[in-house]
């Protein structure tokens, strides 16, 4: 796949420009010191897993609606990078709260709902992986997608509201930026972009080519 | 539509409780839950209401899953589910059969988890008790409306219990949460400020999983093995 080859060395570019953005270009932070830099990573993951579930979430209704088996490869695909991502974003915004304020851990309402996005989504992948039939799995794959995208707004709310009466340990992010702070930001969402073009469509690649393998493979078993 | 979903809730709750094992396990794990919980107070000192808030929403979730898990398994055996879907019966009114005995098993277990709260977790109603009803009653339809969608996971048997708790668990905590928070205040006696706004969670919630049970559920109960 040339397309795939072409992307991962402009994801491997732009993810070095990232990191030059990060540790040349973008100023110390007074407070925190080089933890902050975390920021500029923890961010661009978190917000491409989310929109990894909104891929989920638009593949699977599409799915619904017109039964193809290419967006129930899209949905798995996006599922996988965004529970991947999700990860590593609760992996690093975990360390910056124990460098931060002394915690792995605080119910703060964006980590919240990471948490329990990477919860419904690894249970999603577990269920992808459960061997039920193929067609009935797509569609309960696909159920579970709509039901899981309809939860973020209720769970990221519900998790607002919990935290507002308890001590808030965490001040908000990313408040207070200089211009060259948000430009990083800015570069280094780019290129998670790019990284997470590249998962994306080389996992919907190798999903489309194990399809056709299951199809040969049954092919061949009816035609002996 | 109505008509045919209260005769399979009908239908349902008779099998549930007369020799069903659904509601006797759900009720047993619930009371085993709560009083293994009661084990993490030290001796002489009082379980916090949110804490016994918590762990009587817990008992609940953990029956929900039981009692989902038989309403499907009964249809599982000698074909019942092709018969039942052959029948000029809608899909709709299977989900909101299933959804209503779910929530009326689901409210029977929970008749037997709050004394339990009271006895095992030194829980009292110094709250008030509308606050108390309105709030079970708005929980426990959302417990329904998503579990007698997802329940139907379980079709087949392809997908296990187990698997459905770890889907159903995180999808719940919206209003899990709603309900911990205003049970909290009821067990104290002294209400959350922000009663009002969980209120309106467990409402949304109510909504949006109401409304995505009904649109969705004809895709997941078919006759697929």
Redesign the interface.
């Known amino acids: 796949m040339p397309n795939i080859k072409i992307l991962s060395i402009l994801s491997l570019a732009a993810l070095a420009v990232g990191q030059w953005f990060i540790w040349s270009y973008a100023p110390l932070e007074e407070t925190m010191g080089v933890v902050q830099k975390i920021f500029y990573i923890h961010m661009p993951l978190a917000w491409w897993a989310l929109v990894s579930f909104f891929v989920v979430f638009v593949a699977s209704i599409r799915h ?1 609606m017109k039964r193809d088996a290419g967006s129930d490869i899209l949905a798995g695909a996006a599922a996988e990078v965004g529970v991947l991502m999700s990860g590593l974003a609760l992996v690093s915004g975990s360390i910056w709260g124990r460098a931060a304020w002394n915690v792995w851990w605080t119910w703060d309402p964006r980590l919240t709902t990471t948490l ?1 996005m990477w ?2 989504y690894a ?2 992948l ?2 992808r992986g ?4 193929g ?2 799995r797509a ?2 794959c ?3 997608g ?3 995208f ?2 973020v707004p ?2 990221f ?3 607002r ?2 935290r ?2 308890h001590p808030a340990v965490l001040a908000s992010q990313g408040g207070g930026l200089e211009p060259e702070m948000w430009r990083t930001v800015l570069v280094n969402l780019g290129a998670f972009g790019v990284l997470w073009l590249t998962l994306v469509l080389g996992r919907f690649g190798l999903g489309r080519a194990e399809e056709r393998a299951r199809a040969l493979l049954l092919g061949g078993r009816e035609g002996a | 539509m109505l008509r045919r979903a209260a005769a399979i809730a009908g239908k349902d709750l008779r099998l549930s409780v007369g020799g069903g094992q659904g509601l006797v396990q759900a009720m047993l794990l619930g009371l085993l839950l709560i009083f293994l919980f009661s084990l993490s107070r030290p001796t002489g000192e009082l379980v916090s209401g949110q804490a016994a808030a918590a762990i009587f929403w817990l008992a609940s979730a953990f029956g929900l899953v039981l009692v989902f898990n038989d309403l499907f398994s009964l249809e599982e055996v000698g074909g019942c589910r092709l018969g039942l879907l052959s029948s000029p019966v809608p899909e709709h009114s299977v989900w909101l059969g299933k959804g209503l005995a779910g929530f009326l098993l689901l409210v029977l277990s929970q008749m037997v988890f709050l004394p339990a709260a009271a006895v095992f977790l030194g829980q009292d109603i110094r709250g008030s008790v509308p606050t108390l009803v309105l709030a079970l009653i708005g929980v426990d339809w959302g417990l329904a409306a998503l579990g007698a969608l997802l329940g139907a996971l379980a079709q087949g048997q392809a997908a296990r219990e187990s698997l459905f708790s770890v889907i159903l668990f995180p999808l719940l905590l919206p209003v899990l949460l709603g309900g911990i928070r205003i049970f909290a205040g009821v067990f104290s006696g002294e209400p959350a400020p922000d009663e009002a706004l969980w209120a309106a969670i467990i409402v949304a919630f109510d909504a949006v999983f109401s409304a995505a049970g009904a649109f969705l559920f004809p895709f997941l109960y078919t006759g697929e093995e």
């Open positions: 619904l329990i919860f419904v249970g999603y577990v269920l459960s061997g039920m039939g067609e009935r569609l309960v696909a159920v579970l709509v039901v899981a309809l939860d209720l769970v709310y519900s998790a509201i919990w507002s009466v």
